[in-house]
C-alpha cells in the first residue's frame, strides 16, 4: 500500500514500509514526477532537512534518495544553487507505439490556488491522542443512528467555542453538524425553496460553487455592489423579491476587505424589516493578524442570521467537517432537511473533533498556524515590495489568500503564463459574478496553500511571471 504525501507542490506516492523502502519509494516518485513533466526541469528542490520534515521521515533516506539520483542523472547538485530537477533528452517514441492524441497534462509544480491551508502542518499526533481519547469514552449509542443534528458531545463544545472566540450565541440545540460549508448550503437551498424564498442576494465577488449550489436550488442570485467598505448591503431593499442574503462579512472572499460596522448594521435592519435571512459564511474568522478579531454578524440578532462555520482552513478540508448555527425556528426545518439519521458526518470523527477542541488543542493549533501564516503573507509581500513594486497587495490584514491588483488587461496573460511555469494560480475573474462589469484585474493568492518546502520555489515562480 502506498501512502500520497503533497509536497512542493506535487504528490509523492511512497511504500512506508522501513527505511530502504522509503528511500526507493521516494526516488522512485521523483523519477515519475520529473518524467511526467510534473516537476520541470530546473525545478529547485527542497533542502533534504525540510522534505523530511514535511515527509515524517529520516533526513539520511532523504539524502541518500537525492545522492543517487544525481548519480542516474535525474538531478543535478551543486554548491550555492542547492538540488535541482536534470535537463534530460525525450526518449524517442517506438515506431509502433501508438502516439496519444491528447497527451495527460502534468500537474504543476506550485500552487496558489487559494481556499486551502498548508496541508503538510495537519496535528496528527495530537489528532491521533484526541481519537484514541474519544474512542476509548466512546457511549455505546455512537456507533448506532444518530441525531441528525450531530453528537451532544461536540454540538456542546462547539457552542461554548464559537461564544468565545466568534462572539457567536449558540447552544447546543441551535447547532446542526454538517460535512463542510457545500453540504450546509445545499441544505439552506432547500429550507428557502420550502419557504417559498425566490431569490438570495449574493456579493458580487464570490466563490461560483456557491452560487451554483443556490441556483441548483432553484434560486435567483441578483448581486449586492461591492466597494472598500465590504458589500453595500444597504441596497439590499431594492433587490425586489430576496428572501435571503449570503454574505462573508469577517473578510470577504476573495476581495479580503471586512463588512463596515454601518453595513453589518444594514443587513441586519434589512433583515428584521422584510422576515429575510443572513447566510453568514466564516470560513477564516480565526485568522487575523493586523487587526482586532471581527466578531460574527450572527451575535447581532441570532434570531435572523444562519451562522455557517468549518473545520476546512482551520485544520483540514478532508475531514469533512462543519457546523450551522440556526436561528431556533428554524431547526426543525433544517434537520428535516439533513435526513433523520446522522449519516453525513462519522460519529468517530466528531467524537475526535470535540475532544481535539476541549483538551485545547484546538486552540494551539490556530494560534501556531496563526503565525506560520502571518510569517508567509508577510514574506510574500516582501518579495513583492523587492521584485514587483509597481503592483499594490490588499486584503491582507486577515485570512489566507492575498489581492494581488495588476495592471489593465494583463490578467488573463499573467495566468496563463503561470500555467506555462507550472504555478496554478487564480485570477480575480474567476471569482467575478456573471451580471459585474469587468473593471479590475488581479491575482487570487492563496499563501496557505504552499509546504513550507514549496515555500520559496513557489514566490519565485511567482515574481517571474508578474508584469
Known sequence: MTDPWATFGADLHIDPTGATGLRAGLMEALREAARTGRLAPGTRLPSSRTLAADLGIARNTVADAYAELVAEGWLTARQGSGTRVAQRAEPRASATRTPRSRPPRPSPAYSLMPGSPDLATFPRAEWLKAARRALTRAPNDAFGYGDPRGRIELRTVLADYLARARGVYADPDRIVVCAGFVHALRMMGKVLRERRVREVAVESYGLPQHAGLLTDAGLRIPCLPLDELGSRTG?????????????TPAHQFPTGVPLHPDRRAAAVDWARSTGGLILEDDYDGEFRYDRQPVGALQGLDPERVVYLGTASKS????????????????????????????WASSALDQLTLAEFIASGA?????????????????????????????????????????????????????????AWQGLAVQGLSAFRHPEVEARREALVIGYGTPTDSAWAGTLDALVRVLP
Open 235 to 247: 441596497e439590499l431593499g431594492g433587490k425586489g423579491s430576496a428572501g435571503a442574503v449570503l454574505l
Open 315 to 342: 485544520l483540514a478540508p478532508g475531514l469533512r467537517m462543519g457546523w450551522m448555527v440556526v436561528p431556533r425556528s428554524l431547526v426543525g426545518e433544517v434537520t428535516a432537511a439533513k435526513g433523520w439519521s446522522d
Open 362 to 418: 484546538y486552540d494551539r493549533h490556530v494560534r501556531s498556524m496563526r503565525l506560520r501564516y502571518r510569517n508567509r503573507r508577510d514574506q510574500l509581500v516582501a518579495a513583492l515590495a523587492e521584485r514587483a513594486p509597481s503592483l499594490r497587495v490588499t486584503g491582507i490584514a486577515a485570512g489566507l489568500h492575498a489581492v494581488l491588483e495588476l495592471p489593465e488587461g494583463s490578467e488573463a496573460e499573467v495566468v496563463r503564463s503561470a
